[in-house]
T-cell receptor
Framework: AQKVTQAQTEISVVEKEDVTLDCVYE???????LFWYKQPPSGELVFLIR??????QNEISGRYSWNFQKSTSSFNFTITASQVVDSAVYFC????????????FGTGTRLTIIP | EPEVTQTPSHQVTQMGQEVILRCVPI?????FYWYRQILGQKVEFLVS????????KSEIFDDQFSVERPDGSNFTLKIRSTKLEDSAMYFC????????????FGPGTRLTVL
C-alpha cells in the first residue's frame, strides 16, 4: 500500500522568510513518481513538479526547490523568499510504478505567509 | 493552453437525488480520473477510466457511483442517490498515455447535499 505523510498541518512565516514543507512517503514499488500540487484559496489544484524515483537530482525553479532523498523516503519542498501569493495548501502525492496510475495524496500543509 | 473543464462549478442538491458532474478532458488525453476532497481534508482517488472502461476504483466508489464517457469528449460522474457525506469538491483529471503520468486537474465541482 502507498502512503504519503505531511506531518506539518499548518505553517505560518513572515514574508521573505524561507520555508520548507516536508513530505515522507511509503511504497513497495521500486519505480514510482512523486508530485507536489498547490491549492490556492480559489480551490483548484496546480501542478508544481513531478519526479521519478530514479532521478534523485534536486531541482530548482525560481524560488522553489525540491530535495528528493530516497534513503529517507522524503521529498521536501522549499520556498525561498516567500511571498503572500505563496499562501495556499500544498499537497505531496505519489503514484505507482506504471504510467497513469492513481495519485495518492498526503493530507496537505496549509502555508500562510504573513505580510 | 488546453485545460480540463468541469461543470457546474457548484451544485446543490437534496439528499436522495441523483447528480451528474460533467468534465471535458483535454482532447488528446486517454486516461481520465475522478477525485474527491471533503472540505478541509485530503484529495482522495475515486476512479480511473481508460479505453471506455474503469481501470481502478477505490472503496469510496460504491454502487451509488458510476462513470461514463458518453460522446467521446465528456466524462461524467453520476451519484445515484446522494447522501450528506457526499458533500465535497469533485475534481476531474486527465492524462496522456505513456509513463509520464502528469495528470491535469479541472477546477472542481463543489457538491453540497442538503
Amino acid at each position: 500500500a502507498q502512503k504519503v505523510t505531511q506531518a506539518q498541518t499548518e505553517i505560518s512565516v513572515v514574508e521573505k522568510e524561507d520555508v520548507t514543507l516536508d513530505c515522507v512517503y511509503e511504497t513497495r514499488d521500486t519505480t514510482y513518481y512523486l508530485f507536489w500540487y498547490k491549492q490556492p484559496p480559489s480551490g483548484e489544484l496546480v501542478f508544481l513538479i513531478r519526479r521519478n524515483s530514479f532521478d534523485e537530482q534536486n531541482e530548482i525553479s525560481g524560488r522553489y526547490s525540491w530535495n528528493f532523498q530516497k534513503s529517507t523516503s522524503s521529498f521536501n519542498f522549499t520556498i525561498t523568499a516567500s511571498q503572500v501569493v505563496d499562501s495556499a495548501v500544498y499537497f505531496c502525492a505519489l503514484s505507482a510504478r506504471f504510467g497513469n496510475e492513481k495519485l495518492t495524496f498526503g493530507t496537505g500543509t496549509r502555508l500562510t505567509i504573513i505580510p | 493552453e488546453p485545460e480540463v473543464t468541469q461543470t457546474p462549478s457548484h451544485q446543490v442538491t437534496q439528499m436522495g437525488q441523483e447528480v451528474i458532474l460533467r468534465c471535458v478532458p483535454i482532447s488528446n488525453h486517454l486516461y481520465f480520473y475522478w477525485y474527491r476532497q471533503i472540505l478541509g481534508q485530503k484529495v482522495e482517488f475515486l476512479v480511473s477510466f481508460y479505453n471506455n472502461e474503469i481501470s481502478e476504483k477505490s472503496e469510496i466508489f460504491d454502487d451509488q457511483f458510476s462513470v461514463e464517457r458518453p460522446d467521446g469528449s465528456n466524462f461524467t460522474l453520476k451519484i445515484r442517490s446522494t447522501k450528506l457525506e457526499d458533500s465535497a469538491m469533485y475534481f476531474c483529471a486527465s492524462a496522456t498515455s505513456g509513463s509520464v503520468n502528469e495528470q491535469f486537474f479541472g477546477p472542481g465541482t463543489r457538491l453540497t447535499v442538503l
